[in-house]
């Protein structure tokens, strides 16, 4: 898994976000985005990449809040993404499900 799966950019920016690290070369990304974007990658393939000199960075860039905040959602989508794939449901039939759960439950309730 890499950040590509996580983040939300605009058109060809999103092939930049990948496992070599791409982004940090390229002039799509402000700084910002990009210190943003290794703490992404830290947190879901190598926490040992979060070190001194990131954080140094980070705290530069963003507040704690901000930081709490990045690294809760990160955790929060790459733990979800990893249990669906122990569910081997495709993209989607979550959503799907769901869906037909609440019509036949509104159905229910209005019969």
């Known amino acids: ?15 930049l976000l990948d496992e070599h690290q791409s982004y940090l070369q390229s002039d799509e990304f402000t700084h910002r985005e990009k210190i943003a974007l290794r703490y992404c990658d830290a947190i879901m393939r190598n926490p040992m990449l979060a070190d001194d000199a990131m954080w140094k960075e980070l705290h530069a860039e963003f507040t704690e809040p901000e930081l709490v905040e990045l690294g809760h959602y990160v955790g929060f989508m790459s733990g979800g993404q990893r249990w669906l794939l122990t569910l081997h449901t495709q ?5 799907e499900f769901i869906a037909a759960r ?3 439950t509104k159905a229910r309730k209005t019969a």
């Open 1 to 15: 898994m890499n950040t590509a799966q996580f983040v939300r950019v605009k058109g060809h920016r999103m092939s």
């Open 102 to 104: 609440d019509s036949e």
């Open 91 to 95: 993209h989607g039939e979550l959503a």
